[in-house]
T-cell receptor
Framework: DAGVIQSPRHEVTEMGQEVTLRCKPISGHDYLFWYRQTMMRGLELLIYFNNNVPIDDSGMPEDRFSAKMPNASFSTLKIQPSEPRDSAVYFC?????????FGPGTRLTVL | DQQVKQNSPSLSVQEGRISILNCDYTNSMFDYFLWYKKYPAEGPTFLISISSIKDKNEDGRFTVFLNKSAKHLSLHIVPSQPGDSAVYFCAASGGYGGATNKLIFGTGTLLAVQP
């Protein structure tokens, strides 16, 4: 298995633009998680899905953030409009019965 | 409010010596704890875990200790190797409602093992 796949690996955009991050979880994993890593707050859970259904989105910082999982093999995290304070590394992770497996992350820079 | 705290942002250790990384938590409902290791430009990878029914778990050079009364856990690496240089994240999950399904992470500790 290729592991969790995220795209793009790097994204540079200007304030006000829409940003879409993509994730393909490991096949057979029922849970999918979106995290954001910053120096100040470490790894923050933004939202997670179980069987494609959003379960807990209490970590989503604002209405500018939205996430979808239209099927078991694909999820998106969208920021619209983006702001400089959204600059961070965004990780997607999927989980089997035991633990979470992380993708390589998307480094987002909002100028 | 940080429920999982790693108060040391960085740690430097000589090769061959012991590395001790610490983690404190505030929520007494947490019942499962994990350590993840992260190299630059990669996602975190699972290292070792411990259930609250234990106070120690060992896997090769890595040992995690849990002190429930102090709400404290630590990761010991013996002997430390240069390849252990990475950011280490402590994480916890709790047995209340849906929270069993999500991990709360600390801010990480950057370990540098000097040759």
């Amino acid at each position: 298995d290729a592991g969790v796949i995220q795209s793009p690996r790097h994204e540079v955009t200007e304030m006000g633009q829409e940003v879409t991050l993509r994730c393909k979880p490991i096949s057979g994993h029922d849970y999918l998680f979106w995290y954001r890593q910053t120096m100040m707050r470490g790894l923050e859970l933004l939202i997670y899905f179980n069987n494609n259904v959003p379960i807990d989105d209490s970590g989503m910082p604002e209405d500018r953030f939205s996430a979808k999982m239209p099927n078991a093999s694909f999820s998106t995290l969208k920021i619209q409009p983006s702001e400089p304070r959204d600059s961070a590394v965004y990780f997607c992770a999927s989980r089997d019965q035991i633990r979470e497996y992380f993708g390589p992350g998307t480094r987002l820079t909002v100028l | 409010d940080q429920q999982v705290k790693q108060n040391s942002p960085s740690l430097s250790v000589q090769e061959g010596r012991i590395s001790i990384l610490n983690c404190d938590y505030t929520n007494s409902m947490f019942d499962y704890f994990l350590w993840y290791k992260k190299y630059p430009a990669e996602g975190p990878t699972f290292l070792i875990s411990i259930s609250s029914i234990k106070d120690k778990n060992e896997d090769g050079r890595f040992t995690v200790f849990l002190n429930k009364s102090a709400k404290h856990l630590s990761l010991h690496i013996v002997p430390s190797q240069p390849g252990d240089s990475a950011v280490y994240f402590c994480a916890a999950s709790g047995g209340y409602g849906g929270a069993t399904n999500k991990l709360i992470f600390g801010t990480g500790t950057l370990l540098a093992v000097q040759p």
